[in-house]
């Protein structure tokens, strides 16, 4: 008895938890926000989470009340499968999210919201189902099986998604690795040149940085300590302007 309140209380609250976040954004049709709005990406990023979350209590409720004894699994076979089949749900809503948020080039709107929310919901609606269907080897009627097919549709999209995603990241570290390494490679090459200027030359292009309206004492203070007549010059002539 209990264990049926809570798989009903978890599969409606993963449902909704699911609506609620494509909800948010516009149910993926809304522009991305920018700036200090971003920050309130962080509600649907975590609503989705929690999704999956459900999801994977309400799957273990329903193998541990025996619903799917009649796909001939052992106990714990099914808990594996189901759990398995959660996750990938869970990833499907988060990774539909993260796609819309990161203006993925696939992340089109017809797509997310069949990923994030009209697959995962065939998923919560069949752990209600098999609430009031026969547990026995004969199985559940043709409806139920047909979300039992959402539900596995619902978990290959969760993996096809989760393909992306680290494509995605990699394709992103890539990227930043590239930009690391070529700006080091123009420090070094600016690096070089300066070694290759004399010390007159050096102090010209450092001096011609310099406006017009320096202070005389920042083209004065060296000069007690600078050993070069040729240095000293250049510091006196610019300091003379």
Do not use: C, H
């Amino acid at each position: 008895m209990f264990s049926a309140v809570f798989l009903g209380l978890f599969a409606l609250v993963g449902a909704l938890l699911t609506f609620v976040t494509a909800a948010i954004v516009g149910f993926y049709l809304s522009p991305v926000p920018g700036g200090s709005n971003a920050a309130g990406l962080v509600i649907p990023f975590f609503t989705g989470i929690l999704a999956g979350l459900a999801g994977i209590i309400a799957g273990s409720l329903t193998v541990s009340r025996g619903s799917l004894d009649w796909l001939g699994f052992s106990r714990a076979t099914a808990l594996a499968l189901m759990v398995g089949v959660a996750v990938l749900v869970g990833v499907a809503i988060v990774g539909s999210f993260l796609a819309w948020a990161d203006k993925q080039r696939l992340a089109q709107p017809g797509l997310l919201l069949f990923t994030g929310l009209l697959l995962p919901l065939g998923f919560f609606a069949f752990q209600l189902a098999l609430l009031w269907q026969p547990t026995t080897v004969g199985g559940p009627a043709f409806w139920v099986r047909g979300l039992g097919v959402l539900t596995g549709a619902a978990a290959l999209m969760g993996l096809v998604t989760a393909g992306l995603l680290v494509q995605a990241i990699a394709a992103r570290s890539a990227r930043a690795q590239a930009y690391r390494q070529e700006a080091q490679a123009e420090e070094q090459k600016e690096e070089a040149r300066l070694q290759a200027l004399s010390p007159e030359q050096r102090l010209l292009e450092d001096l011609s940085k310099m406006g017009d309206t320096a202070p005389l004492w920042s083209l004065t203070a060296g000069l007690p300590t600078e050993k070069s007549p040729s240095l000293r010059a250049l510091w006196i002539e610019r300091a003379l302007r």
